[in-house]
């Protein structure tokens, strides 16, 4: 449900990662027409080895600015 997917998108997220990958894949979305759009993925390591997907974010286009906004809200979570 929309009410699931706004809890997770919107959870805390724990202090500590030893590292964080971020990487955007284009996908065919419909919104009126058919159009690639990008898709940033943000991937957390635990300490304890193990993975947890952080985020999952729609953007206009794969830049700079994109993936500082990922970011920015990775860390005030």
Same mark, same amino acid.
Do not use: C, M, Q
């Given at each position: 449900?929309?009410?699931?997917? %706004?809890? /997770?998108?919107? @959870?805390?997220?724990?202090? @500590? %990662?030893?590292?964080?990958?971020?990487?955007?894949? /284009? /996908? *065919?979305? @419909?919104?009126?027409?058919?159009?690639? $759009?990008?898709?940033? /993925?943000?991937?957390?390591?635990? $300490?304890?080895?193990? %993975?947890?997907?952080?985020?999952? *974010?729609?953007?206009?286009?794969? #830049?700079?600015? #994109? *993936?500082?906004?990922?970011?920015?809200?990775? %860390?005030? @979570?």
């Amino acid at each position: 449900t929309i009410e699931e997917v %706004y809890k /997770f998108v919107n @959870r805390p997220l724990d202090k @500590r %990662y030893i590292a964080i990958f971020l990487d955007g894949l /284009f /996908f *065919y979305l @419909r919104r009126g027409n058919v159009d690639k $759009e990008p898709v940033i /993925f943000a991937l957390g390591i635990k $300490e304890t080895g193990e %993975y947890e997907v952080l985020g999952v *974010y729609l953007t206009v286009k794969e #830049s700079h600015n #994109s *993936y500082k906004e990922v970011l920015e809200d990775l %860390y005030s @979570r």
